[in-house]
């Protein structure tokens, strides 16, 4: 009875197991009724040639971003419309003429200081014109570019580009001694203060950039020193001087530190601080947003 019993629930359960499986016959698939012969990209003959689109579209692509050229290992970046935007208009120069006439790639309105119209004409064997290895633009493609230059160098949706005005940026800074032998190279608890001698003065060199000033027209340069990592109310204030001996051609600010200042054993955190003609507010570097790497990194204990 008990055998009997048991195959009857098999059976019923591959009865189940066959009917779940079965094709629901009234069931239709709802992207059988697309008719995918049409072409839904966008016509070439629509694309304005004279917007960065169409620039892609008939140049960029087809006649610069080649392999292991301007299809993502180098800039300007040609592989979308977006990214040749981006790595073109108001983008730095990286290689430039001797004489480092050139700023920006393209600066709309002004083909005659725009680096992407110079590249594309010129015959100095040195810069070497592109595409490279390939025959020069065509004045109908030359037409193109200098027209979407000289109309504002609009973006994929046809907006003009606004030149950048950021303020100033602290790249790195250096510590000498009296003899101007570099001593943040002496770093304690696992490479962050710097060992200072005691009662010694020592330079603090600090290294800014800016996109539109150059470094020695900075304002309100300073730095301050404090115990306190985060509270700097009752620092010690030193102002910074503009320094174009120690490495000619570009210019640090110096902050001159006796470190008699300090109390040895302590660490002692500094914060830089400045800006540009171009703004009212001052740069706080490391700020209050940075990361605890350079809260230590910018600091030094007397030894």
């Known amino acids: 009875m008990k055998k009997y019993i048991i195959l009857i629930w098999l059976g019923t359960a591959i009865s189940l197991f066959v009917c779940s499986c079965k094709k629901n016959v009234d069931t239709k698939n709802p992207y059988d ?50 990214s040749s935007y981006n790595t073109l208009v108001y983008q730095k120069v990286i290689k430039n003429t001797a004489a480092g006439k050139y700023t920006y790639r393209v600066i709309p309105g002004d083909t005659a200081m725009s680096w992407l119209h110079e590249r594309l004409v010129t015959d100095d064997s040195v810069l070497g014109r592109m595409p490279r290895y390939m025959p020069a633009l065509n004045a109908n493609e030359m037409y193109h570019i200098n027209k979407w230059i000289m109309d504002g160098a609009k973006d994929v949706n046809g907006i003009a580009a606004v030149k950048p005005n950021n303020n100033i940026q602290l790249i790195y800074y250096v510590a000498l001694d009296a003899a101007y032998k570099r001593i943040d190279t002496l770093r304690l608890n696992n490479g962050y203060p710097f060992a200072a001698p005691q009662n010694k003065l020592i330079h603090l060199y600090f290294y800014l950039t800016d996109d539109e000033t150059k470094s020695q027209n900075f304002k309100d340069c300073k730095a301050k020193f404090s115990y306190s990592q985060n509270n700097f109310s009752s620092a010690v204030e030193l102002p910074a001087v503009i320094d174009t001996v120690l490495y000619p051609g570009y210019p640090l600010w110096r902050v001159d530190v006796n470190t008699s200042n300090f109390t040895p054993g302590k660490q002692v955190y500094m914060r830089y601080y400045g800006r540009d003609p171009d703004h009212t507010a001052i740069v706080e570097f490391p700020n209050e947003n940075a990361s605890y790497y350079y809260y230590s990194y910018y600091s030094l204990i007397v030894k």
């Open 33 to 82: 009724s697309i008719n995918r012969n049409i072409d839904t990209t966008k016509s070439k003959t629509s694309i304005d040639s004279n917007s960065i689109v169409g620039l892609h579209t008939f140049i960029f692509a087809t006649k610069c971003a080649i392999p292991s050229c301007h299809g993502g290992p180098f800039e300007p970046d040609f592989r979308t419309p977006l």
